[in-house]
């Protein structure tokens, strides 16, 4: 190890690394709070709109949610699509801040799973259709 780094000359040193493997124990929890923490600080996530397992639906128009690496907003919008409808302004603002918390923590985002504003989706293992109100795991699972 060179002086400047700390070393001491005639002192051996090895190299440790340490690694939270991706698996079924602490990493997955880690990384989601990481990530969550990430989103609370730009704004995202508010206790009254973030969907939670085992806890009811919010009472309001629009949900977040967020499992592991998934960032989803979810909104009810009428069938007429408003354009000025304050729940479409809120689902915006909450996409705003979801994308500047991603930038300014320098964290990659996967565009091949990115959508907007689809009446059908798939998320988090679950197939979306709007116009039949159905929600669900994809018929093929």
């Known amino acids: 190890m060179r002086k400047e780094c700390g070393g001491l000359a005639g002192q051996q040193y090895f190299i440790g ?15 989601q709070l990481t990530h969550e923490d990430v ?3 730009s704004g995202c996530l508010a206790e009254h709109e973030t969907l939670r397992y085992g806890l009811p639906v919010p009472e309001c128009s629009t949900w977040e949610g967020l499992y592991i690496d998934d960032h989803i907003i979810v909104s009810i919008i009428p069938a007429q699509g408003n354009p000025h409808c304050p729940i479409r302004t809120r689902h915006q603002e909450l996409l705003d801040c979801s994308e500047l918390a991603y930038t300014q923590a320098k964290l990659p985002v996967s565009e091949a799973k990115r959508f907007r504003y689809n009446k059908e989706f798939t998320a988090w293992g679950t197939k979306v259709q709007s116009s ?10």
């Open 132 to 141: 039949t109100g159905r929600v669900g795991p994809a018929q093929d699972k």
């Open 39 to 41: 989103l609370t600080d």
């Open 17 to 31: 690394f340490t690694v939270i493997c991706m698996g079924d124990l602490n990493a997955v929890d880690i990384a």
